[in-house]
């Protein structure tokens, strides 16, 4: 009943400059990701109003990945997003749907003898940074879904505690963020390129 959130958000994708330009020209659209270390499953991420944090991102990948993931000139995509019928992992009755979903698919591993996936940490942080196991039951989520005949998520949104402690004993990560996996494109309603402050002026 509450499922759909009314309203619109402001979502922030890090990325290349020259795919942020593609983009807003029409000439290109955003690819959906598809790793088993997706936090979120698969679909196309923002940050939920933090353009900071998409840049922040977007310049991590320019300095450690190599290849097709390639970043050469950090930028950030402004979207305009309706969650529509959303998996929102902030509400404590979808975090029930998924912790049953996670036994049911436990169990079809084991009758099927497949190994259960594990989140992992990377880099000697404490970070589950590769998410295979969380991808794997959100995706089931979808799946079941869609094979009981029921409408399929648009979105999935959800909290995360990343990063050192801001201060000692704080109750506060340096990248406490929010983020948003879209899985229907016609959620995003239009794509902006983020404007720079005018100091004469106040924040508003």
């Known amino acids: 009943m509450y499922s759909t959130r009314p309203g619109l958000v402001i979502g922030f994708h890090g990325c290349d400059k020259a795919v942020a330009n593609d983009v807003i020209s029409g000439k290109a659209e955003l690819n959906f990701s598809e790793n088993t270390f997706d936090w979120l499953g698969h679909g196309v991420y923002f940050w939920e109003y933090s353009a900071d944090r998409a840049f922040d991102y977007a310049t991590e990948v320019s300095l450690h990945k190599k290849g097709s993931n390639r970043?050469?000139?950090?930028?950030?995509?402004?979207?305009?997003?309706?969650?529509?019928?959303?998996?929102?992992?902030?509400?404590?009755?979808?975090?029930?749907?998924?912790?049953?979903n996670f036994e049911y698919f436990k169990t079809t591993c084991h009758s099927s003898g497949i190994e259960l996936p594990q989140n992992k940490a990377v880099g000697g942080t404490d970070d589950l940074l590769l998410r295979d196991l969380d991808c794997a039951i959100i995706e089931f989520s979808h799946q079941s879904r869609?094979?009981?005949?029921?409408?399929?998520?648009?979105?999935?949104?959800?909290?995360?505690?990343?990063?050192?402690?801001?201060?000692?004993?704080?109750?506060f990560k340096e990248k406490n963020h929010i983020q948003i996996c879209i899985r229907n494109p016609n959620c995003i309603k239009g794509f902006f390129l983020p404007r720079i402050l005018n100091d004469k002026y106040p924040d508003v």
Do not use: H, Q, W
């Open 71 to 100: 970043i050469s000139e950090p930028a950030i995509l402004g979207a305009v997003i309706d969650l529509g019928y959303c998996l929102d992992l902030i509400e404590f009755k979808n975090l029930t749907i998924l912790k049953n």
């Open 146 to 171: 869609i094979d009981m005949g029921l409408r399929p998520y648009d979105s999935v949104k959800g909290v995360f505690l990343e990063g050192n402690d801001i201060y000692p004993n704080a109750g």
